[in-house]
């Protein structure tokens, strides 16, 4: 195992994936810039989603959470859909719950659009992915910090999306994992030509998106990293993340 030698400030790019290169590929999929409204002020909640919808957003991603899965409870089918109506841009929804199944009528009738459960948390997953593609909704899957990154392989024609967690699960204003890039460029590798968005999601600011988007990720959750800031700035911290990460492909910084 190599040992960075790094303190304090952030290890080169070329050190943190040393081998991207052979992983990305120039026609990859649109850049992706996602707000997390885990981090939103709950007290506006919708004026949160519309500020973040009218910036730029590219569309919602929702944390569900009952208590077991994680040590934190945030909302469930009842918010999102009293969300649903203030925005058009597509609502994504991390499943931290169990059974993960028998949430999916609940959250397609709220207005979800896509259903991210975790590669490793329960046994039947591809009866799982099954389940939501009968419901109508996309499927993805959750790596967290643990799950190796060969845990997707089995289902890679069920899913449209991956999404790595750069945090522990289940609170935010984490710092960003860069331990993990590594494992992105891994996933890239695996999924190949095939239509699979690759997420990032925990940590997620303007100086981390650049490690993420070499290794390969084309998707950026962000929650503290938009909403702590400035409401009128959403749209100067979502077009600047954007960039970031388009810059970071072509140039490699």
């Known amino acids: 195992m190599r040992v960075w030698p790094y303190k304090g400030a952030k290890p080169p790019l070329g050190d943190i994936v040393p081998r991207a290169h ?17 981090a939103a002020d709950f007290t506006r909640l919708g004026e949160e989603i519309t500020r973040a919808d009218a910036a730029g957003a590219d569309r919602f991603h929702l944390d569900v959470m009952d208590g077991h899965v ?5 909302f469930g089918p009842d918010v999102i859909r009293a969300l ?3 925005s058009s841009k597509p609502f994504e929804v991390h499943l931290m719950v169990t059974p993960a199944r028998d949430w999916l009528e609940a959250l397609k009738h709220a207005g979800s659009d896509r259903i991210l459960v975790h590669a490793q948390l329960e046994d039947d997953v591809a009866g799982i992915l099954n389940a939501i593609a009968l419901h109508r909704m996309k499927a993805g899957l959750v790596l967290t910090p643990d799950d190796p990154a060969e845990c997707v392989q089995p ?3 069920q899913i449209d999306y991956i999404n790595v967690l750069t945090v522990k699960p289940g609170f935010g204003g984490q ?3 860069t331990n993990l890039m590594p494992k992105v460029s891994a996933l890239r590798a695996l999924i190949g030509e095939r239509a699979i968005d690759l997420a990032v999601d925990g940590g997620v600011k303007l100086d981390t998106v650049p490690f993420a988007a070499k290794a390969g990720a084309n998707v950026f959750i962000a929650g503290t990293g938009i909403y702590s800031g400035d409401p009128e700035r959403y749209a100067d911290t979502i077009n600047a993340m954007r960039q970031a990460a388009l810059a970071a492909l072509k140039t490699g910084v």
Do not use: G, T, W
Not at 28 to 35: F, G, H, K, T, V
Not at 70 to 74: E, T
């Open 22 to 38: 052979e992983c990305y590929r120039p026609l990859m999929r649109p850049i992706q810039i996602i707000p997390s409204i885990l």
């Open 70 to 74: 994680v040590k934190n409870l945030s």
């Open 84 to 86: 649903r109506p203030l």
């Open 155 to 157: 289902h890679l024609d």
């Open 175 to 177: 710092a960003f994992m």
